[in-house]
């Protein structure tokens, strides 16, 4: 990679402009949209509640970071590379970072003065560098636009790295076409290169290219094209993202599922009772089975709170749905069985009796003999419900319907058991 040298004469007077118009900005709020350019100013909005005062990035639980970065498959592509990445920022000087879809860091690696810099304002694995924790920075708008970004000098809205300039651009499994963060190079705004952009998207490229050739992580496996997080909870349990099959343990598929049934997110402090009630398991370990699932779900996961970043869908809300609309037949149709059946999270065992209880009475009160034979297969157990469902049709004149027989060799079975 070619080294960034110092830039053109006219850097300083573009500083001064730069400066003048943050000055406007903060100060009057005046509109400045002629000299800043749209992405800057949007993130100017968006980062009015950061302290002009910050001196370093806040930083995320370090266990967690550590954790993530391990499962990551931008560890692989990054480690199959970093012998390119290291010498890129020795030659130029510059201080090079990988992050999150997030804007969280999670590895960094500086030429000498660089590296001092950036350790000063926690520019290092953990530091949160979205424009809502630090101000407007290229990390934030790559990750937020998925374009290669710059921000130059003070373009940035904290003063903080207001000697800087930014080159980002995402990085994307090839694979799949999914986010998985940005790589940002960054060094004095003196030094600022037009070539700076173009070696971002360079760097980013590399990446990708190292990229894990099993999609966009090691637990993935059987595509199929459905889109999002898609969960089957009833009767066998089966995750897949955007149609790829995720394989989990028992437990993080409770977790999981427990952040799908609870949209709007849990605290840790929320998930832990509904994930182990009184049990004695630390928050530890339920923070290193969250991160386990952020790797997963190629970080679609939030923290502060809990909270999947992906449309979510589940067995679960969908049965619930047919019922609420009368649609019985329906339901049963959708209902697989007893909801992840052995759990010992006490919130999916009571969400496993609502909805059992919930399919059970719909039959009761509409006992549609086919709708009544499908629960049999599923709940061979409950003679009650096809003992009922024989009785009334044979009050209402249907004893000749073809699923009697079958009902009466269930209802037979279900006796002998």
Not at 14 to 36: K, M, N, T
Not at 70 to 86: F, G, T
Not at 213 to 240: F, K, Q, Y
């Amino acid at each position: 990679m070619p080294d960034l040298a110092p830039g053109a004469p006219d850097l300083s007077q573009r500083r001064l402009a730069a400066v003048s118009a943050w000055s406007r900005f903060v100060e009057h709020g005046d509109a400045v949209e002629p000299v800043v350019r749209p992405e800057i100013l949007g993130s100017w909005q968006r980062s009015t509640s950061v302290s002009l005062d910050i001196g370093e990035a806040p930083l995320a639980d370090e266990d967690e970071t550590s954790s993530l970065w391990k499962e990551s498959p931008l560890q692989v592509a990054v480690e199959r590379v970093e012998a390119d990445l290291r010498r890129t920022a020795e030659d130029g000087d510059l201080v090079l970072a990988v992050t999150d879809p997030h804007t969280r860091v999670l590895w960094t690696y500086g030429g000498r003065v660089m590296r001092r810099k950036a350790e000063s304002v926690n520019f290092v694995a953990g530091g949160r560098w979205d424009d809502q924790s630090v101000g407007t920075n290229a990390l934030d708008l790559a990750n937020r636009l998925l374009e290669p970004s710059m921000v130059f000098s003070a373009e940035h809205y904290a003063p903080l790295v207001q000697d800087w300039v930014c080159w980002a651009a995402p990085v994307h499994d090839p694979a799949t076409g999914r986010h998985l963060g940005v790589i940002d190079l960054s060094t004095t705004w003196d030094r600022t290169h037009p070539i700076g952009l173009a070696t971002a998207r360079v760097m980013a490229r590399l990446i990708e290219t190292a990229l894990p050739h099993s999609a966009h992580h090691p637990t993935a496996t059987e595509e199929t094209d459905d889109p999002g997080l898609v969960m089957t909870l009833l009767g066998t349990a089966e995750v897949r993202l955007d149609g790829q099959r995720l394989l989990l343990n028992r437990r993080q598929t409770e977790i999981l599922a427990l952040l799908a049934l609870h949209p709007e997110g849990l605290s840790l402090e929320q998930l832990h009772a509904l994930v182990y009630g009184d049990q004695g398991v630390t928050f530890s370990t339920l923070k290193a089975e969250v991160s386990h699932l952020r790797s997963a779900v190629g970080g679609q996961l939030a923290s502060r709170p809990y909270k999947l970043l992906m449309p979510v869908s589940t067995d679960v809300d969908h049965v619930l749905a047919l019922l609420r609309r009368g649609r019985v037949a329906e339901a049963v149709d959708a209902y697989g069985g007893d909801l992840l059946p052995g759990t010992n999270s006490p919130a999916l065992s009571e969400l496993a009796e609502y909805v059992a209880v919930a399919v059970r009475e719909a039959l009761l009160a509409s006992p549609d003999p086919d709708a009544v034979l499908r629960y049999a297969e599923r709940a061979p157990y409950d003679a009650e419900v096809v003992e009922h469902c024989l009785a009334v049709v044979g009050r209402e004149g249907a004893a000749t319907h073809p699923a009697v027989p079958l009902l009466k060799g269930r209802l037979a079975a279900a006796r002998d058991r």
